[in-house]
Structure formats: C-alpha cells, structure tokens
C-alpha cells in the first residue's frame, strides 16, 4: 500500500533520515522503535506529508503521494498525534464529523460534475454511491460518529468539549476522528506520550482492537510490552537509519545489531 524508497531528509544541517526504505502491506501492524531523535516521528510525518523530503519518493497504492491531492491522501492515510489536536471550539461530536462533511462536499460536487458531463452515469455503482445532497452528508457522519463513540465508550461525551475531556479520553476521540473518515492506512505518532500512567491502557486497547479489526497501521510507540503484543514487523531506527527489521520475536529475542541489544537493555 505504501512504499518508501531511499527517504532522505534533512533539517538545516542537521540529516534526520539517511535514506529509509520501506513497504507497508494490507494488513501490517508495523511499530517503529529506536531511542529519540531517530527520525521515527519524522518519517511518519514525511508519509502524511506534514513535513516535505529532500530525496527518494513515497508511492500509495503505486502513484507518488506529492502528485496526488492532499486531503484525499489524508483521507486514506490517517494520522493520529502525540497531543490530540483536537479542535477546542468544537464539541466531540463536530471533530468527529468535521472530515467526513468536508470530503461529503468533494463528493457531491464530484457527482453533479460527473453527471452534467455524462447523465447516462446515473446508473453507475460508484456514481450512485457518492451522495446527494448535504443534509444526508451530515446525517451520515453523525451515524458514523456515535457509532465510534459508543465502540469506544464515550457516547455520553459528544456534546461536550475537549477541555472537559480528561487526556486518555481525548486521545480516543482523536483515534475516532481518524478512523470516521474509513482510512485505508493510520499512523500513530506517540499516541500515549502525553498521557498520565492510568490512562494509557485505556488508549493501547482502542488501537489494540482496530489491529484486531484488519486496519493497517505504523506506530511510534516506547511501548515494548504493546509492541510484542501488537506488531507483525517491527523496525528499529537509529540516528536516521533502519539498523533492523524483523518480527517482535526475533527484534526482543534474538537482536542482531550492537546498537539494538544496548536499547532493549537501557529500556529494561
């Protein structure tokens, strides 16, 4: 779904990734681990285009992801952060169904033009499946969203706002506002760095049950014990390079790299 090929980037002087090459496949739970400033964060980034990249090239399902159009990319390739980002003056209802309305209009649009170009269309299976109209838009990704909110618990809280929210609950309403626009793939930037201890089990099982469910991710996690637990292929970063790539079972058990043993032993 995703192929990396030779990424390099730099910021100013300073070469954060020497050349990462990479392949997310349907399906993969791939956890990116190594100490930090090893340009984990910053590869997820450069996937999502948050942050552009000096060399190489980034292909989804086999196109380059800087010819193709940024939010529909967005829409496919979610990204989950550190600290929420959820929107402050909106209720958790309107961050969840802020994207789908917004992609709802690029649809409709796309029908009406569709259509004025070649009516005949009308019968189209894909043509019939974009909306018409944004009432049903709205009426939809409100469905969608209390759906979410109730798979993760939190339906009591969709006219509040996210100053109420204590951090663990606002991390799996951004984890909900991810997964309400049906990515294909979601990237997990540290989701429970910024949380206190006791909320982040509550966080590790929303992302636990989305692997559960099929969804493709990539995860920077300090996590070890939800790495080995969730991932099908770990990779190991250090100073801008992937040092070593293998199943949770060969990456804890049986490291090969120096540089990997003296992590898991500092993370003991």
């Known amino acids: 779904?995703?192929?990396?090929?030779?990424?390099?980037?730099?910021?100013?002087?300073?070469?954060?990734?020497?050349?990462?090459s990479l392949n997310v496949e349907k399906g993969d739970k791939i956890v990116l681990l190594g100490p930090s400033g090893s340009g984990k964060s910053t590869l997820l980034r450069c996937i999502n285009l948050l942050n552009d990249y000096d060399g190489g090239e980034i292909l989804y399902n086999g196109q380059d992801?800087?010819?193709?159009?940024?939010?529909?990319?967005?829409?496919?390739?979610?990204m989950v952060f550190q600290h929420f980002n959820l929107f402050k003056h909106m209720t958790v209802?309107?961050?969840?169904?802020?994207?789908?309305?917004?992609?709802?209009?690029?649809?409709?649009?796309?029908?009406?033009?569709?259509?004025?170009?070649?009516?005949?269309?009308?019968?189209?299976?894909?043509?019939?499946?974009?909306?018409?109209?944004?009432?049903q838009v709205k009426e939809n990704a409100k469905i969608r969203a209390m759906e979410?909110?109730?798979?993760?618990?939190?339906?009591?809280?969709?006219?509040?706002y996210p100053s109420t929210l204590s951090g663990g609950q606002q991390q799996r309403i951004a984890i909900v506002r991810a997964v309400a626009n049906n990515p294909e793939v979601l990237l997990f930037d540290e989701p429970t760095?910024?949380?206190?201890?006791?909320m982040i089990q509550e966080v590790l099982e929303v992302i636990e049950q989305l692997a559960n469910e099929g969804m493709t991710m990539v995860i920077v996690t300090h996590e070890l014990k939800f790495a080995k637990n969730i991932a099908s292929k770990i990779v190991f970063l250090n100073e801008g390079d992937i040092l070593e790539v293998g199943t949770?079972?060969?990456?804890?058990?049986?490291?090969?790299?120096?540089?990997?043993?003296?992590?898991?032993?500092?993370?003991k």
């Open 148 to 160: 979410l909110l109730e798979k993760v618990g939190l339906s009591e809280k969709a006219n509040e």
């Open 1 to 20: 779904m995703i192929e990396i090929n030779n990424l390099s980037k730099s910021f100013g002087s300073k070469k954060v990734l020497n050349g990462i």
């Open 93 to 135: 209802l309107q961050n969840i169904m802020f994207a789908p309305i917004f992609y709802g209009k690029k649809q409709i649009k796309e029908k009406k033009k569709l259509l004025k170009q070649n009516p005949e269309l009308i019968n189209d299976e894909y043509v019939k499946s974009l909306p018409d109209n944004l009432a």
């Open 65 to 78: 992801v800087t010819k193709l159009d940024v939010n529909l990319y967005r829409q496919k390739v979610g």
């Open 193 to 198: 760095s910024a949380l206190d201890i006791e």
């Open 248 to 267: 949770p079972d060969e990456i804890f058990n049986h490291p090969k790299h120096p540089r990997l043993l003296e992590f898991l032993e500092k993370t």
